[in-house]
């Protein structure tokens, strides 16, 4: 992935779409490390507030304890923090949030009081049958715990675990039920998130089948056709 070193003028701002399952998480990072860009995602920022003890990590752990959302407030004012820290001078690269059009907006005004702004989204687009393939596949031992998926890594004897024998189970989280309704959720979610950059001229589309290196390489292409004609401005 070396062609597409990139000098950046000025910060950047990257935010990457895409539903669980769609590999997101893992081309942020890629796309971080090539551009050098701070990786911030709020599961991460959450945990690491919280070992720093912060009000607002307080805040936001009581309502992970009890398994609800952290509220829009909390999650976009630990953002805008993470942001102003030196490693963030060159950007970043936004990794689950904005989760809705109310952070969406709230980012792009924070943003622009600073005289910045998004540069792109990245909306990493797999199709709902190969997205169940791949959440509603995972299988685990109920002896040793050892994980297996139906698609990707198979037991070598079907509902039988390659190390114990053990009986394999799927998890609640895992059925097929559970995640055709946890994407429902999200593309509701998310719907509106595509149209606003999509209208404001900064959404890319980026297909996310294939190997993780394929998807990569699709990603920086998008990113680095897009920044250097930005630059040429
Ligand atoms: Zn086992």
Not at 1 to 27: C, D, E, N, V
Not at 119 to 139: P, Q
Not at 189 to 202: F, H, M, P, V
Request: charged share 30%; hydrophobic share 35%.
């Amino acid at each position: 992935m070396g062609l597409y070193k990139l000098r950046l003028s000025k910060s950047r701002y990257i935010i990457f779409l895409g539903a669980p399952g769609a590999g997101k998480g893992t081309q942020a990072a890629i796309v971080a490390l090539e551009l050098k860009l701070a990786h911030i995602a709020p599961g991460d920022l959450f945990r690491q507030a919280q070992e720093q003890g912060t009000d607002l990590a307080m805040k936001a752990k009581s309502y992970m304890e009890q398994g609800m959302l952290v509220p829009d407030e909390i999650t976009i004012q630990m953002v805008l923090e993470r942001i102003s820290a030196p490693d963030c001078e060159g950007g970043a690269i936004f990794d689950g949030f904005p989760r809705n059009l109310k952070q969406a907006e709230a980012l792009d005004e924070a943003l622009t009081g600073q005289g910045k702004t998004v540069d792109k989204v990245v909306y990493i687009k797999v199709s709902e049958e190969e997205l169940l393939k791949r959440l509603s596949g995972r299988w685990i031992c109920r002896k040793c715990q050892t994980p297996y998926h139906a698609e990707t890594s198979p037991p070598k004897v079907w509902g039988k675990c390659d190390k114990c024998g053990g009986e394999l189970y799927q998890r609640p989280d895992d059925t097929v039920e559970t995640v055709k309704k946890r994407l429902e959720v999200y593309f509701s979610e998310t719907a509106s998130l595509i149209d606003y950059y999509t209208q404001a001229g900064k959404l890319v589309e980026v297909d996310g089948e294939g190997s993780v290196d394929d998807v990569g390489r699709r990603v920086l292409e998008s990113l680095g056709r897009e920044f250097v004609r930005s630059m040429e401005k």
